[in-house]
């Protein structure tokens, strides 16, 4: 079962950058695809950022151009390089898989998530 622990959070001033790590354990060998979704204060968790099993990634509108996903199989971490930022992408940023079965294109079909790390854009 895959355990994820994410680091890189932090309060930045808008068109800063930040970069998230995502460690973990049995991903991605056993994933269907891994990503990042953020949960903003009042709403519902959405995508970010998805890398599949095939390696493909896909990007939600409101960061293409601006963050990059990226991993690292051998050392079974991922990052999100977050480029440009502005306020409203401040949130609760998780990483998260899908094993068998799953998908990542949206939070219910999650099977594994790390437990959060803060981003805070200042205007």
């Known amino acids: 079962q895959a355990h994820l622990v994410e680091s890189g959070g932090g309060s930045v001033e808008a068109g800063g950058s930040l970069r998230l790590s995502c460690a973990g354990s049995?991903?991605?060998?056993?994933?269907?695809?891994v990503g990042w979704f953020r949960q903003p204060p009042g709403t519902e968790r959405e995508v970010v950022a998805v890398?599949?099993?095939?390696?493909?990634?896909t990007y939600a509108d409101s960061v293409k151009g601006r963050f990059t996903i990226s991993q690292d199989n051998a050392k079974n971490t991922m990052v999100l390089q977050m480029n440009s930022l502005k306020p409203e992408d401040t949130a609760m940023y998780y990483c998260?898989?899908?094993?068998?079965?799953?998908?990542?294109?949206?939070?219910?079909?999650?099977?594994?998530w790390g437990q959060g790390t803060q981003v805070t854009v200042s205007s």
């Open positions: 998260a898989a899908a094993g068998r079965g799953g998908y990542c294109s949206s939070s219910s079909g999650v099977h594994y």
């Open positions: 049995d991903y991605p060998v056993s994933s269907i695809c």
């Open positions: 890398i599949s099993a095939g390696g493909g990634s």
